[in-house]
């Protein structure tokens, strides 16, 4: 009656108290963890190991994104030639799908140049001063334009959405993918732009491919020379499956 007359509340239970301050309690580590666990997330991502593994993993997405890619291009080459426009209309017929797909792919894409610049940056800190002897540096010419490569594939990913996707380049029939591809092929800039930046691709993904196995700790004496074999088996699949296209176009054995 004492509580009730002064609108006071009777004081909180003991079994009360202790539930209360174990939910603070544990509220606390949840959070003292997540803090924890984010500053660990970062710390890795800061050391060079971290953006390799960044590098490694988008680069896994972008390739498979690419065989993918070359196989729906080469069904330019089906008995059917309306194979290539069915294809396409398959993809924009699961529009939210295709859009989920782009979005991820555009991600990974800057995620890999984000961190591929970022490694760059370190090792400039690093060492400054370059190399005056090159004999230990790797005799690759795939590795050592890796840097340059990635710019010039970028910039001819631009073109080539805006070529063949949105029309900005040379105008285009609606829902004829394969007319598409052969008129944009007839104009020998086009062509060549495209065969030269498809050779880089390739000298791209050979390194890349090879970079990836060891930033993913797949790297054995006795498996190591056969993952090499596979990168440079596949970058050459990539090269002649994408270059015969415009050359079977230029030649006229594709109309």
Known sequence: MLFRRRGLRPAASAPQTAIAFAASREFQMSAIATTSQLNRDIGFYQASIGKKVVMAVTGV??????????????????????QINNY???LHSHALLLWVVRAGLFASVVLH???SLQLWLLKRRARP??????????TSY????????????????????LHLTTGSVLPLQEGNVRANVIDGFQHPA?????????ALLSMHLYH?????????????PRYTPILKKFAAVFAWFVAIGNISIPVAVLTGWLQ
């Not at 795939?142 to 959405?161: D, E, K, N, Y």
């Not at 086009?190 to 498809?198: G, L």
């Not at 890349?208 to 054995?220: D, P, T």
């Open 208 to 220: 890349g491919l090879w970079s990836m196995f060891q930033s993913l700790g797949l790297s054995h």
């Open 88 to 90: 396409a209309k398959f």
């Open 61 to 82: 997405i972008l390739f498979g994104y690419v065989l993918g890619h070359l196989i729906g291009n080469l069904q330019i080459y089906a008995p059917n030639p309306e």
């Open 129 to 138: 001063v370059a190399y005056v002897k090159k004999d230990d540096l790797p």
């Open 142 to 161: 795939a590795a050592r334009t890796m840097m340059w490569s990635g710019p010039i594939i970028a910039a001819f990913v631009i073109f080539h959405v």
């Open 190 to 198: 086009v062509a060549i732009f495209y065969v030269i930046a498809i």
């Open 113 to 115: 140049i984000t961190a």
